[in-house]
Structures are given as C-alpha cells and as structure tokens.
C-alpha cells in the first residue's frame, strides 16, 4: 500500500504528462503482479466497492472528531478523504516529535523499495506497532469481500496504521475519486509503453480485462500471447472535435465539408455483437468508456444489429427532441423506474458508424462510413435509433446563417436541442482522440448577461479555500423599490490571476458571513459587476427568482461598470419567452 | 477580574490598544505609540510615532522601512518589566523568527498576554517560545485546523535533500519567506550536513546578512548572478515565494519547484502554486500546539487575532473557556507573498 500511496503522491505533484507516464511505467515496471494490476485498476477507475462508501468514512471521522471542527476543516481543504488523512488521530498516542517521524510505519519501506511489504527486518516487528501495513490486494479484496457491518472496523484498523500519504491514497480508493490528473487513457498509455505497444490496442482489449490484468502484463511486456478479445462489444475510443476558430474559415474549404447539427445530449457509442454461444450482447458506453448500459434499458432494447454507431444520446417526445433540460431529468437516477422510461424516452441519434458484421469501418471516408450508416438505420427501422440529419450547404455564409437560424432549413421543432454545428471533412477516417483538421464544432453563441455578486463560496479541488464560488444577482422591482435578486452560481470562467483579485475583493468587502459563505457588499453604487455567459434557462422552483441557467460561467469582470447598470430580470424573462433567438450574442459570425 | 482586564486592552481600528499606556500593539495604522511584536510587515509597519521592540525587531524593521520608519525608537529588553503609563510591560520570547517577542502587560492584578505570531517547534535561528501564564491569552490561528500538524523539520529538509540527490542535474528552487523562512532553512539544511554553498535570489540577501552579524551560522550564500543561473544544475536556490512564478525562475535548468511553508500540508494548496516539492515547514504553532499553548497558559479567556479563528474559538469554547474572534483585517492581508489569497505572510 505504501508503494502504491508513493505513487499516487508522486503524480497528484507531478504536473507534465510525460514524466506522469514515466513515473507510471515505472512502477509498473517495478512492482510484482498482482499489486500493479490493483493500482492499474484504480488508475482507470476500474474498482469500485459496493459498501465502501464516502459516507462510511464520513461516519468514521465523525465519531473520532468534533463535527464542527471536521466540517470547518472540510470546508478549507475541499476534499473529503485528504481531510481525513490529516485529521485522523495519531494511533498509538503521538510519540515525542522527532522520534515519531522514525516510527511512522511507513518511512522504513519508503527509503527501501523493494522491500515493501511484508516489514523491513530494521522495523520493529509487527506486533510491536500494532496491524502490519496492508498491501493493496489485501486492501481490494478486503473491501471488496468484507461484509457492510465489519468494514468500518477493517477500514479504521488499516487507517490506524498507515500514515499521511497511505491514509490519503487509502480513502481516494475508497471515495472513487483520484483527481491526481491522470486519465484512464493516460494509465494505459504507460502500460502499452512497457513494450512498444500501441496504446489504442490495450483500449480495444479493455473491456474484456479485469484486475489484476496479469495476462495484458504479460502480453506487453512479451511474455504472453495478446489477450483474446472474447468481448463481442468491445468500447472503441471516439474521435473528438476541434473548436472552431475565427481564423480557420480562410484556410477551410467548404467543398471539402459535410456539416451535421450539434445536439445537446449526451455522446454515446452503442456496441452489439454475437457471443461465443451465437448470443446478441449489446451495451452503451459513454465517451469516456464507461458502461451504461444499464441506465439506458429502453434504448438498449433497441440495438438490433451487429456493430458500433456513435451518437447522441437524447431524449424524444412526440416527435420532437427536447432540450438538455429535460434529458437531464434521466440522468443520474439510482433507478431506473417504469414512469421514467416513460416519460424520457430515450433515443439515439446517430451520426457515425464504427463497425458493422465484424468489420472496422474506421479506416473508411467519413461520407462512405455515413452511407453505411444511412443503410444500416433504414434497415433497423426502429424509431429510437434515427440519423442525425445533414444541413445543407455551399458557402460559410449559408452555414452561418443555418446556424443562427436552425428552424429555417428543416430543424423545426428541434431547434431547441441544437447547439451548433459539426463540420466533418468528407475524407476523414475515424481517429480516435482529437486528431487536427478533421472535424469541427461551432457552436452557438452563448447569452450574457450583467449581474451583481452576491455571496461567495470557496471552492473544492484546485480553488480549495479561495472564493471561487460566486452568486450573483440582477435587478428587479421589489417592495422596497429596487432590489437584487440572486439569479445563478458560477465558479469558473476566470483566470488564475482574476480569481485572485476576486478572492482579494470578496475579503475586503465581507458584510455577513454564513458558515462557509460570505456575503459581500452590493448595492446600486458599491459591488461588483460580472458578466455572465450561460448556454440557456428554464423555471425553476428551487431559485428565488423562479430561474435557472444553464452552464454559467463568468464571462468578464466588469471592475469598470456600476451596479446600478446592471441587468433587470426583464432581460432574463425575455430570453425565457423567446426560447432562444439572438438577445445578446456574443460576436458575429464572419 | 474580566473587567479589568477588559481595561487594558480593547480593539480599535488601528489594532490592539491599551488605554493605560496609552499604546497600540502592532497597528495595522499610524499611531502615537506602537508595541511591535515581529518584523513580518503586517505587524510592523513604518509612519508610528515612537516604537518599541526587541533591538532584533528594530533593526529588521530599519533594513526593511528604510531608516525613519518611525520617530523615535526604544529597545525593549526581554524578560525585563517596564512601567509604561499605568500598566506593566515585558517582552518575552516567542519562538517565531529573530527577535519575535510576546507582549506580556500587567495591571490590577490581571495579566494579558499578546503572543504576536509564535511556535513550540524548535528553531536554530531564534530563541525558544517562553509560556507566560495568564488571564487573557491573545493568540493567532494562522493554522487553526485539526488538518494542520506539522511535520518534525528535519524530516522536511531531509525530503530536500533527498530530491537533490536524485536529480543531480536539476536546480532545486526553495520558496521561502525573506524573513525567518529562509534563514531557518538554511540552517536546518547546515544541521543536517548540508556544506555547499547556498544560492540565494537577491530579495534574501540583505536579511541573511543581519541574521549573519547577529550569530546566527548559515555557511556559505552566494547571490544568484544573471549569467550562471544555467550552470546551477543541482545546486540548491532559495528565492521568494513569488519568484517561483516569475520569468526569473525559469532560467534555471530543469528546475523542481520546492516551497517551504505550513500551508504545503493541504495538497491543492501546494498544486495552486504549481509546487512539486511542497516542505512542510511553519513559523507558527500548528493545530496541536495552539491548543496546547492555551492550555497550558491557563488563561480563562481567549482572543483570537487572525487565520483560522472561526475553529479554534469553538475549540476554546468546549473546554469552557471565554473565546473571542477578533476578525483582524490586515494582519496576513498583506503579507510577504502571501501563500494563500488574502491570507497570512509567513506560512
């Protein structure tokens, strides 16, 4: 565990991509089997525990510390399982300083790697400093296989003898998150790097691997034969897009193009195939490969062929594609209830295609690979699975104006789900990853609005204990005149060095503190001015203002503008009757 | 017995002041008459009429204000008791940097006593903390969370010293505060064997030379010169924390990133700053010590200047005792390079 703990240590500090990939090829290098294979699992969020949950640990700080004092320390360090690394209680009782940094169980295998577990012989025995320092099998298959009711004990006990740095790894294993910056990709990219493998064929493996992955170790590093892809519904990696910039439009020739709208759903990639028993499987994955199918059984039901198709999740009714507002209503839920599938039925709109009967398609023109799709959802005829329809054009001018205006060349009624557009050139094979000058998104312009801040909180992760956190508010008539009412929360938008002057500004202009949040100074002449960008609204019960928006982030701080300028809620209410449409559009097209 | 204690020090918008001087203790303003705890810049500041501290204090607060940085001055001896005006004063150690005394005044039986900033851990650089028994405990709470203990030194510099020896060819630059940081650094890296000479940003120098002709060892420093910043590949470079950000920093080759400061025990704080080799070492009590150093002053009452106030006045208060946040605005506001938004100096 404590090589393990090092390693996740090293890469939290750690902030350029190739030495990550060295310090994980490295341990991958240097650790036996099957410690790698646990620690690989993690990487990838491979490893997940039925009853080793955030609250279970929550539970066990709570009967050890003051809750006020968690809570406040909590709120400053912004992150559950670090919080309670530091705070756990020194076990035994803390031995003199200087003294105690000797007898921490873990300093003794750190100085010598390789001889990790069990003990160094300098250290005193076991039984001496009480429990031995776990190793991670032994942790994974403790959580994995101890009951709900002893895992409290199993957990504290191996809390008690492990120190900062393996409580900390420790209880990210349990909560779920690493946030150590490294991404599954990036995990495997180092095990493939073991032997010259290309990362992309450890990804097509995946999904027929589990933990430990002794035969993907040994393949690598070419002592074993590759893995048999017994998985018929193996997760390809999706090609992702470009932002469109300003300037591209002169280097990109519109003959070249097909463009397609951008739906606001969910990107998915629907995978069947038959078993080795002849047996249809069919499973949804999400862009990042994980498995959803679960989530989506309606949809599931639906996949009635032999292949891959990449696209949209969203959800239809009568007809008509309803807004990310409403799919969102589907999503997240722990269950999956009959009255749900009912009222989110879910779709697929589709707009590429992987595979199809065993065959990759990848390597194909993007325009083949579409009329492959066009034939393959023709023959389906099935109504949750339909294409994303193609937008016509000839010049950048009519593209944009397509673009501001979806309902005027055939999106209809579903103008309200677009986002924007998708510019595929008509020769691209499918790449997995982001690969340049192939495909493009532009999407729709955002909506701003000026408000007032508020309140500020201080945010979690990276922006722990700054305000970083900011509700803000416009104006509207109130019984006392003008007031402000409180319109959304943002925190991000900003750069680093504007979030310290905001943080600087929120200190200096606290009038009323609430816990964790701070109420600042605003008013028709003191406060501050952002300026709000948000992708759309909807009513909303849960806000004072009866409004809720959609992706806000702060768009520009307006230190110049008096809050007496800023937005009535008219002008939210106007962008609510309209739908969408124009109201302030960020910038022309060109 | 509160009452009266109440009668020698009250709050007022230029800071702590005591009527029966009449005089402040570190005014965040200009005042007739000012106390000073500490050299940091948030407790010392230039434009008082007459100021009174440890002769160390004085002669930190000249090199950093410029001469003039107040009217007159009067060297405070420690452990010596004063009469000024109706109240007793006596400075004593308080174990932060150089010179850092407590401010301990007397009057009508009831004994208050300022702490200014203070640790318990040991520090080669400055005389150890002495605990002054009283009424009234003023303290800090710069690290006021049960997160915060602070690791033994030692072991933090070993970490250094461990990072050099696995990267020979990189530089190693340590951020660390001008005053008190940098100094104890150096001295912790000579204790632990440490014998080559130690680069130092010029922003350092002028301080390291007044803890030098007070007696305290630092070995050889040398001043980073424009044109060798290439050739310092494992060489060990002390700078201020702001440096690390600057363009300065990135001449050196292949530097890793150090910072020395109680905050590097919270993990985002150390990736915020873009750290690799985040040292855990502070100037002040950590959560252990503070709770210990009320305790054992025996003081009923308990207020708390600046930090983390909001969980150590509840601490106080489940033992029973009177606590008090005094929500200091521009103690920590203004810091040297401030580790954390709008927060404390020294870390």
């Given at each position: 565990m404590n090589r393990f703990a090092a390693l996740l240590d090293r890469l939290a500090y750690e902030p350029r991509r190739n030495a990550k990939l060295r310090i994980m090829a490295e341990y991958f290098r240097q650790t036996p089997d099957p410690e790698r294979g646990f620690a690989l699992a993690a990487l990838t969020g491979a490893l997940t525990f039925r009853h080793a949950k955030p609250s279970l640990v929550r539970g066990l700080i709570e009967e050890r510390a003051d809750p006020v004092l968690f809570g406040l320390s909590w709120d400053y360090v912004g992150d559950m399982a670090e919080t309670v690394a530091l705070m756990w209680p020194a076990h035994p009782p803390a031995s003199p300083r200087g003294q105690e940094a000797e007898a921490r169980p873990g300093d003794g295998e750190a100085a010598h790697p390789?001889?990790?577990?069990?003990?160094?012989?300098?250290?005193?025995?076991a039984a001496e400093r009480g429990r031995a320092v776990p190793t991670l099998s032994e942790v994974v298959s403790g959580l994995a296989s101890a009951s709900k009711s002893d895992l409290p004990a199993l957990i504290a006990g191996w809390l008690d003898v492990l120190d900062e740095t393996g409580r900390w790894a420790l209880l990210k294993l349990i909560t779920?998150?690493?946030?150590?910056?490294?991404s599954a990709r990036l995990a495997k990219t180092a095990v493939a790097s073991l032997g010259g493998v290309d990362p992309d064929e450890v990804e097509h493996l995946w999904h027929g691997l589990t933990p430990p992955y002794e035969p993907l170790f040994a393949w690598v590093e070419g002592r074993?034969?590759?893995?048999?892809?017994?998985?018929p519904t193996p997760f390809r990696p999706p090609m992702l897009a470009h932002p469109l910039e300003e300037g591209d439009f002169a280097k990109l020739?519109?003959?070249?193009f097909l463009a397609e709208w951008k739906w606001d759903g969910i990107r998915l990639q629907a995978v069947a195939g038959r078993d080795a028993h002849g047996h249809l499987q069919r499973r949804i994955y999400s862009r990042?490969?994980?498995?959803?199918s679960r989530a989506f059984p309606d949809l599931i039901g639906a996949l009635d062929f032999e292949g891959a198709v990449d696209g949209e999740l969203v959800i239809v009714r009568d007809g008509r594609v309803q807004s990310f507002n409403v799919l969102q209503q589907r999503l997240n839920r722990k269950s999956v209830t009959p009255k749900l599938l009912a009222e989110y039925p879910a779709h697929l709109r589709a707009y590429d295609i992987l595979a199809e009967g065993g065959e990759?398609?990848?390597?194909?023109p993007f325009a083949e690979r579409r009329r492959r799709l066009e034939a393959l959802v023709a023959r389906l005829n099935e109504p949750r699975i339909d294409l994303s329809p193609q937008v016509p054009f000839t010049t950048w001018e009519e593209l944009a104006a397509a673009r501001a205006d979806p309902a005027s060349v055939g999106?209809?009624?579903?103008?309200?789900?677009?986002e924007g557009c998708m510019l595929k050139?008509?020769?691209?094979?499918?790449?997995?990853?982001r690969p340049k000058g192939l495909w493009f998104k532009w999407k729709r312009d955002p909506y701003l609005v000026d408000a007032v801040l508020m309140y500020a909180a201080r945010g979690s992760g990276?922006?722990?204990?700054?305000?970083s956190d900011y509700t803000f508010g416009v104006w509207r008539d109130g019984p006392d005149g003008e007031e402000l009412v409180p319109v959304g929360k943002a925190y991000f938008g900003f750069t680093d060095e504007e979030l310290l002057r905001l943080d600087r500004f929120i200190r200096n202009h606290t009038?009323?503190?609430?816990g964790p949040v701070r109420e600042v100074e605003y008013g028709p002449d003191r406060g501050l001015v952002l300026e709000v960008a948000f992708e759309g609204l909807q009513r909303s019960t849960r806000h004072k203002s009866g409004l809720a928006m959609r992706f806000?982030?702060?768009?520009?701080?307006?230190?110049?503008?008096?809050?007496?300028?800023a937005d009535r809620i008219e002008a939210l209410e106007r962008i609510l009757a309209r739908?969408?449409?124009?109201?302030?559009?960020?910038k022309e097209v060109p | 017995m509160t009452l009266v204690c109440a009668d020698i020090l009250k709050l007022t918008p230029e800071g702590l002041f005591c009527p029966l001087g009449p005089f402040h203790i570190d005014p965040t303003r200009p005042v007739q008459r000012a106390l000073v705890t500490h050299g940091h810049s948030d407790h010392a500041r230039p434009g008082h009429g007459a100021v009174m501290a440890t002769r160390e204090t004085l002669r930190i607060m000249a090199a950093r204000?410029?001469?003039?940085?107040?009217r007159t001055t009067q060297v405070a001896s420690l452990r010596e008791p004063m009469r000024i005006g109706e109240v007793t004063v006596t400075f004593l150690p308080a174990?932060?940097?150089?010179?850092s005394a407590q401010i301990a005044l007397e009057a009508g039986g009831c004994r208050v006593v300022v702490s200014g900033d203070y640790k318990r851990d040991p520090d080669p650089t400055c005389l150890p903390f002495e605990l002054v028994p009283c009424d009234v405990f003023i303290t800090e709470?710069?690290?006021?969370?049960?997160v915060f203990r602070h690791p033994d030194a030692r072991g933090e510099v070993r970490k250094l010293l461990d990072s050099v020896a696995l990267f020979p060819e990189r530089a190693h630059l340590v951020g660390a505060y001008a005053l008190g940081k940098a100094q104890r650094v150096m001295a912790l890296l000579r204790e632990e064997g440490y014998d080559r000479p130690i680069y130092l940003h010029g922003a350092l120098e002028r301080l390291t030379q007044l803890y030098r002709e007070e007696g305290v060892p630092l070995g050889e420093t040398r001043k980073v010169a424009a044109a060798d910043r290439k050739s310092l590949g494992g060489a060990i470079v002390l700078c201020?924390?702001?440096?690390?950000?600057?363009?300065?920093?990135?001449?050196?080759?292949?530097p890793v990133t150090a910072f020395a400061s109680?905050?590097?025990?919270?993990r985002a704080r150390a990736r915020q700053k873009g750290v690799e080799l985040p040292l855990v070492v502070s100037d002040h009590a950590d959560w252990d010590d503070l709770c210990r150093t009320i305790r054992e002053t025996g003081a009923g009452e308990v207020w708390v200047t600046h930090g983390q106030e909001d969980a150590l006045v509840h601490w106080c208060r489940t033992q029973g005792l009177r606590a008090r946040p005094?929500?200091?605005?521009?103690y920590g506001d203004?810091?040297?390079?401030?580790?954390?938004?709008?927060k404390g100096e020294e870390g």
């Open positions: 390789g001889t990790e577990e069990p003990p160094h012989p300098c250290l005193p025995p779920g998150e690493l946030r150590i910056g490294v074993g034969p590759k893995p048999e892809t017994a998985d020739d519109p003959r070249d990042t490969g994980e498995d959803v990759d398609l990848r390597a194909l999106a209809g009624e579903d103008a309200e789900a677009i050139r008509a020769d691209s094979p499918y790449v997995p990853g990276k922006r722990s204990s700054y305000y009038v009323n503190r609430f806000p982030r702060i768009h520009r701080i307006r230190w110049d503008k008096p809050p007496r300028e739908g969408e449409a124009e109201v302030f559009p960020l | 204000c410029q001469d003039g940085f107040a174990g932060h940097v150089l010179g709470a710069t690290f006021g969370l049960p201020p924390p702001s440096a690390l950000q600057d363009l300065w920093s990135r001449r050196f080759p292949d109680g905050w590097m025990r919270v005094l929500h200091m605005l521009g203004e810091g040297e390079n401030d580790p954390s938004p709008g």
